[in-house]
């Protein structure tokens, strides 16, 4: 009787060894650099982003600032070694008028701001503003130019005004306004969604809005010209791409934008809870998020045809985890929590970006505080981080290290009929010559168990940190700042050029060999 037993033992090993996650990571073939401009961030006047996130204002004495700019916050962001911060929009800036927003904020004149919540805008935020800011977090400003209701001399002079250093009639009145030496913005956007919010406009006549734009937008910071980026392509709006592509020359444009957020339905009301979702929408939101992949390579494909040397950067804008907001909140401020799904999201994500950096050159997460997936809430004078911006400081070791190339077998992640793969996996070289492993277990109730082959790698030790929880649905709280939040990883074994690592359910790690 022992035998068929033992027969039966050994057949069930082998099924579940056949089974096991198998990664190799081709540590001798690294060619491309993981550019830290992929680590951007989103700060649009949306909600409590700018106004009780970012600026508190300079009579502020309960939150300690610099200018109006919370401290904390410019702490916090420090830590995550943010590359670029995008501003003012979003479909705010095709209604922004720059010159309302300097000089004395007395005399700036209020407007509404007509797409998120019908508040009043006065303008106390404005280009000193920000653009000092950025030099205070150390990170470079990417400006969206108002494209759907500007002119093409606004954007012009807006261009002047910030970068020449000479006379001329807007650095003139910049020095007037109290800054001597410009700020040398390199990142430009020519409008935001075109398509939609930007102007409603057909691929082929924003071709041609952007080259009379971009033509007047030939203006250099240092011996670099400025980095002009296209209104790009919602999803899998290809032939958007492919019209930009093949009627904008490649010397007119630098990058090429594109949106895609894991969202349930665009409908009112129906985009699930950030806390309280099912596992149906769970999956859902993974499955919609993982789709970046193939979004990539499509409009890549696209690209290449028009530009097979890939000096066009792919720039992910706008991506993130988009659920309804709070309930008691306003509907229009876009305030929502951020629990386990969205650490797997991001680094799942990121994951992507660093497969294709050979293309996606900048993305931008929506946004950097209280709005959709954000790496930190506000709540009067305290700040939460949230665990998407834990994965995002877990990963900042891969800003502009080499990619190395990383094949997957991955096990399945199963709900009902529909499967997507549990694992995912990206790896990167640093100057220092270290390698940096960042693996995501989706699968919210089962662990993974990973064989990774380290070929050409002779790791002498690993070590590492973890994000997880014992739930999917959990999440900081103010009365909880560190519910979730990165600890030490023991779940990895070296041996030889082997390593083997047990991800438990719904969790990040990143490994350093």
Not at 78 to 107: M, V
Not at 148 to 173: A, H, I, R
Not at 398 to 424: C, G, N, R, W, Y
């Amino acid at each position: 009787m022992k035998k068929p037993i033992l027969l039966v033992a050994f057949i069930c090993l082998a099924l579940v060894t056949s089974a096991q996650n198998k990664v190799t990571i081709n540590t001798d073939e690294g060619k491309h650099i993981i550019s830290r401009h992929i680590y951007g961030h989103f700060a649009e006047h949306l909600g409590r982003c700018i106004y009780d996130g970012f600026y508190v204002g300079e009579n502020n004495a309960k939150i300690p600032n610099k200018s109006g700019v919370r401290l904390d916050v410019v702490n916090a962001l420090k830590k995550l070694k943010i590359p670029n911060l995008r501003w003012p929009g979003g479909c705010f800036a095709d209604t922004y008028h720059w010159k309302d927003g300097i000089g004395p904020k007395s005399k700036r004149p209020k407007i509404v701001n007509t797409w998120w919540g019908g508040v009043t805008e006065d303008n106390s935020f404005g280009t000193h503003d920000f653009l000092n800011m950025c030099e205070l977090l150390g990170t470079e400003p990417y400006l969206a130019g108002n494209v759907g209701s500007g002119t093409v001399q606004d954007l012009s002079e807006w261009v002047q005004y910030v970068n020449f250093e000479k006379n001329s009639p807007m650095s003139n009145l910049r020095q007037q306004n109290g800054r001597e030496a410009p700020w040398n913005v390199r990142y430009w956007g020519v409008g935001n969604e075109a398509w939609g919010c930007g102007g409603n406009m057909k691929p082929d006549y924003y071709a041609n809005i952007y080259r009379q734009y971009s033509t007047f937008m030939n203006a250099k910071v240092g011996k670099e010209k400025i980095f002009r980026i296209a209104s790009g392509a919602s999803d899998n709006d290809y032939n958007w791409t492919e019209t930009l592509m093949k009627n904008i020359p490649s010397s007119m444009m630098e990058g090429l934008a594109m949106h895609h957020y894991s969202v349930l339905s665009w409908g009112e009301g129906k985009k699930g809870s950030a806390t309280q979702f099912s596992d149906q929408e769970y999956f859902k939101t993974m499955q919609q998020a993982l789709l970046m992949d193939e979004l990539i390579e499509k409009h890549s494909a696209v690209m290449d045809k028009y530009d097979p040397e890939k000096k066009i950067a792919l720039i992910v804008d706008e991506w993130g985890g988009w659920y309804n907001v709070e309930p008691g909140t306003n509907p229009g401020f876009l305030y929502q929590q951020n629990t386990m799904r969205d650490a797997v999201l991001a680094g799942a994500t990121l994951n992507i970006f660093h497969k294709h950096c050979e293309r996606v050159r900048m993305a931008n997460l929506a946004q950097a505080i209280n709005v959709l997936q954000a790496v930190i809430l506000t709540k009067g004078d305290k700040i939460l981080l949230t665990p998407t911006y834990h994965v995002l400081e877990m990963y900042n070791v891969h800003q502009d290290a080499t990619m190395l190339p990383v094949s997957v077998k991955s096990d399945d992640f199963i709900l009902e009929k529909e499967k997507l793969p549990a694992v995912s996996v990206s790896a990167s070289r640093d100057k220092a010559g270290k390698v940096h492993v960042s693996l995501v277990n989706i699968d919210p109730t089962k662990p993974q168990e990973i064989s990774v082959d380290l070929k050409g790698l002779k790791a002498t030790g690993v070590t590492g940190r973890i994000l997880t929880s014992a739930n999917v649905h959990d999440h900081n709280t103010f009365e909880n700042l560190t519910k979730i939040k990165p600890v030490v990883f023991t779940g990895a074994k070296l041996t030889g050029d082997n390593l083997t690592v047990t991800l438990p359910p719904v969790s990040v790690v990143v490994l350093e060999l």
